[in-house]
């Protein structure tokens, strides 16, 4: 699926559905936000619950920007998160 792309703050995020599963499958998806390119490069990450489609891609579809923007205002640093690569 193409990156969603959303501007927060008068910066452009591209958006892309994590793919880390976790125990509650199907009923939480994780969103990756990337801005910039190498060392200049942010990653944040967050789960959301889908209303509706239970296929991450399709939920992500069905997001408005506006609700991709509140996700984003609730995502952390990727630094210590599975999804953006963290390992142990």
Known sequence: MPARRITVDGREWQVYPSGFLTQYV???FGLIFVAGMGDDRDVRVTR???VGTRAREQSLAELENEQLVDLFRTS???ARSPEAGYRT
Do not use: A, I, L, R
Request: charged share 20%.
């Open 48 to 50: 959301y619950s889908p």
């Open 76 to 78: 952390q640093p990727g």
């Open 26 to 28: 199907g009923d939480e």
